[in-house]
């Protein structure tokens, strides 16, 4: 347990958990073994920056990584971008310290028999109350020229990649793959738009529908029969009845000048 404060004014510290990060070999290749420090209960205001330099006298910081909770240690993909996929954690999280060496995890984890150790400090201070509402509206405000530029640049990767999809398309055409099957695919002026999943869940429960259907109503041979006949009575009834129906409109038909 590393004890921690936000300020020197703070009377009671908190107190962060560390470890040594621990996974199977292989299993975890954005937070190598050995060098990684798995940090818990870490509070809202110490950000990925405070950790770093909370650490940093143990040793060289390589990264920090903070979570809303433990997860498979999967390679993340970077964030390239300012605008979109930004995703703000809130309340207590945890990180995953990654030490250029592995003496930086001994180092840390005997932190705990010192002092509390300050977040905020006079040379680094954290930002709160209005100050970092200020902050928070001043980044969400967008400039349309960056934004213009990010979209623009993704446009044309895409372009590039869909322009070298069709290529690649244009050359498998027609030819055999190693079992000797060839890809034919829909061309025309109105080609055929991929399912969605909510198309996909339309179709079957319509087949299922229709399915249920007929097994109820063929499910024996002599059913099916005797609504054959049942139908066939019907129609006759119905025909015997307008030969009636006609012949009274004829009757009917006379000739009354007065």
């Given at each position: 347990?590393?004890?921690?404060?936000?300020?020197?004014?703070?009377?009671?510290p908190?107190?962060?958990?560390?470890?040594?990060?621990?996974?199977?070999?292989?299993?975890?290749?954005?937070?190598?073994?050995?060098?990684?420090?798995?940090?818990?209960?870490?509070?809202?205001?110490c950000?990925?920056?405070?950790?770093?330099?909370?650490?940093?006298?143990?040793?060289?910081?390589q990264?920090?990584?903070?979570?809303?909770?433990?997860?498979?240690?999967?390679?993340?993909?970077?964030?390239?971008?300012?605008?979109?996929?930004?995703?703000?954690?809130?309340?207590?999280?945890?990180?995953?310290?990654?030490?250029?060496?592995?003496?930086?995890v001994?180092?840390?984890?005997?932190?705990?028999?010192?002092?509390?150790?300050?977040?905020?400090?006079?040379?680094?201070?954290?930002?709160?109350?209005?100050?970092?509402?200020?902050?928070?509206?001043?980044?969400?405000?967008?400039?349309?020229?960056?934004?213009k530029?990010?979209?623009?640049?993704?446009?044309?990767?895409?372009?590039?990649?869909?322009?070298?999809?069709?290529?690649?398309?244009?050359?498998?055409?027609?030819?055999?793959?190693e079992?000797?099957?060839?890809?034919?695919?829909?061309?025309?002026?109105?080609?055929?738009?991929?399912?969605?999943?909510?198309?996909?869940?339309?179709?079957?429960?319509?087949?299922?529908?229709?399915?249920?259907?007929?097994?109820?109503?063929?499910?024996y041979?002599?059913?099916?029969?005797?609504?054959?006949?049942?139908?066939?009575?019907?129609?006759?009834?119905?025909?015997?009845?307008?030969?009636?129906?006609?012949?009274?409109?004829?009757?009917?038909?006379?000739?009354?000048?007065?």
């Amino acid at each position: 347990a590393l004890a921690v404060k936000f300020g020197e004014r703070q009377r009671s510290p908190h107190y962060l958990l560390v470890k040594e990060h621990q996974v199977r070999e292989g299993a975890d290749t954005a937070h190598p073994p050995r060098r990684t420090l798995f940090v818990l209960n870490v509070p809202p205001y110490c950000g990925p920056d405070s950790l770093s330099r909370l650490f940093s006298r143990c040793g060289h910081v390589q990264s920090v990584d903070m979570c809303e909770k433990p997860g498979p240690g999967e390679k993340k993909e970077k964030m390239t971008s300012k605008f979109f996929n930004r995703k703000t954690v809130k309340g207590f999280q945890v990180a995953y310290v990654v030490f250029r060496k592995p003496a930086g995890v001994q180092a840390a984890k005997a932190l705990s028999q010192e002092g509390p150790l300050l977040i905020s400090t006079e040379s680094h201070p954290v930002k709160t109350g209005i100050s970092k509402w200020i902050a928070s509206y001043e980044a969400s405000v967008v400039d349309p020229k960056e934004l213009k530029a990010e979209v623009d640049a993704y446009m044309q990767d895409y372009d590039k990649k869909m322009a070298e999809e069709e290529a690649k398309a244009a050359e498998e055409e027609g030819v055999p793959d190693e079992e000797g099957w060839v890809k034919v695919t829909r061309k025309g002026r109105k080609p055929g738009l991929p399912r969605t999943e909510a198309a996909n869940l339309r179709v079957l429960e319509r087949e299922k529908q229709k399915r249920a259907r007929k097994e109820l109503l063929n499910f024996y041979a002599w059913q099916h029969r005797e609504t054959k006949r049942e139908h066939i009575a019907q129609l006759r009834k119905k025909f015997e009845e307008d030969k009636q129906r006609i012949a009274l409109m004829r009757a009917q038909r006379k000739f009354r000048p007065y």
